[in-house]
Nanobody, 120 residues
Framework: QVQLVESGGGLVQPGGSLRLSCAAS????????MSWYRQAPGKERELVAS????????NYADSVKGRFTISRDNAKNTVYLQMNSLKPEDTAIYYC?????????????WGRGTQVTVSS
């Protein structure tokens, strides 16, 4: 059974930091591109960051470049999102995503999300 379980969300003041984790199971984690998405109230879900290989630089939305860092540990089947210098506009539900597209097929999995609220 495939599972993506996010943790680490919460309430933080502007300028603060949080570290999100996503523990994966039920599929070959190392074969998947791992990403974090977020969805704010009244807005569409947007891609925040993605990473292919451990140690890779990752790809980021312009709005989070220089503040967020995505990383993964294939030995622990876990992907992380370090969020620094948080702003109120970062408030959203953050979702973990796993994607693999071998030979024209598409395998995609989602977690249930973790709430991040940035407020004073």
């Amino acid at each position: 059974q495939v599972q993506l379980v996010e943790s680490g969300g919460g309430l933080v003041q502007p300028g603060g930091s949080l570290r999100l984790s996503c523990a994966a199971s039920g599929f070959t984690f190392s074969s998947y591109v791992m990403s974090w998405y977020r969805q704010a109230p009244g807005k569409e879900r947007e891609l925040v960051a993605s990473i292919t290989t451990p140690g890779g630089s990752g790809n980021y939305a312009d709005s989070v470049k220089g503040r967020f860092t995505i990383s993964r540990d294939n030995a622990k089947n876990t992907v992380y999102l370090q969020m620094n210098s948080l702003k109120p506009e970062d408030t959203a539900i953050y979702y973990c995503n796993a994607l693999r597209t071998p030979w024209g097929r598409k395998y995609v999995y989602w977690g249930r999300g973790t709430q991040v609220t940035v407020s004073s």
